[in-house]
T-cell receptor, first 112, second 111 residues
Framework: NAGVTQTPKFQVLKTGQSMTLQCAQD?????MYWYRQDPGMGLRLIYY???????DKGEVPNGYNVSRLNKREFSLRLESAAPSQTSVYFC???????????FGSGTQLSVL | RKEVEQDPGPFNVPEGATVAFNCTYS??????FFWYRQDCRKEPKLLMS???SGNEDGRFTAQLNRASQYISLLIRDSKLSDSATYLC????????????FGQGTELSVKP
């Protein structure tokens, strides 16, 4: 059972480069999320999608864009990467209205 | 002030010890509460929900004190495999998008 799959697992970017983090879930969940995790900060919500066709900003959306491509896939795009975006990124999904999140294995991103 | 605060630890305890973690939250309107577990460099996983009446799952007991706005997690008879970071999570309005994570408390159980 794949659950939530994120790619890539590791990425190094130079300042100003762009990239897209991919996320797919096979649990037929309606809601999907992107978090970032930094030391001493806990997980912070970047964007979420309560259902296919909708997206909403979370706590730290600046510098990111998202696309809910279909029910399975939710991508996160960095248009012009900055060193402050160095972090571990987690995608997650849940049933609508449910609070148990299923996380992907994370993407470690370094921006030099 | 952070919305959810935890003592980051680390808590270093011997096998068999009982250890307790506390977590405080600032929003009195928060609706539901959880503990997640995160192993080193892995994704968080739900450990247990926290109910007003308190709840127990094997060696783990979670308590909620709404008046004082804190949540606790008690681990009895600690195992080496309990070593992980424990994340306190608060939901402000019963929607997944409003989950607020604490920074986590690191537990290290030694032989």
């Amino acid at each position: 059972n794949a659950g939530v799959t994120q790619t890539p697992k590791f990425q190094v970017l130079k300042t100003g480069q762009s990239m897209t983090l991919q996320c797919a879930q096979d649990m037929n969940h309606n809601s999907m999320y992107w978090y970032r995790q930094d030391p001493g900060m806990g997980l912070r919500l970047i964007y979420y999608s309560a259902s296919e066709g909708t997206t909403d900003k979370g706590e730290v959306p600046n510098g990111y864009n998202v696309s809910r491509l279909n029910k399975r896939e939710f991508s996160l795009r960095l248009e012009s990467a900055a060193p402050s975006q160095t972090s571990v990124y987690f995608c997650a999904s849940s049933e609508v209205g449910a609070e148990k999140l299923f996380f992907g294995s994370g993407t470690q991103l370094s921006v030099l | 002030r952070k919305e959810v605060e935890q003592d980051p630890g680390p808590f270093n305890v011997p096998e068999g010890a009982t250890v307790a973690f506390n977590c405080t939250y600032s929003n009195s309107a928060s609706q539901s509460f959880f503990w997640y577990r995160q192993d080193c460099r892995k994704e968080p996983k739900l450990l247990m929900s926290v109910y007003s009446s308190g709840n127990e799952d094997g060696r783990f007991t979670a308590q909620l004190n709404r008046a004082s706005q804190y949540i606790s997690l008690l681990i009895r008879d600690s195992k080496l495999s309990d070593s992980a970071t424990y994340l306190c999570v608060v939901n402000k309005n019963n929607q997944g998008g409003k989950l607020i994570f604490g920074q986590g408390t690191e537990l290290s159980v030694k032989p």
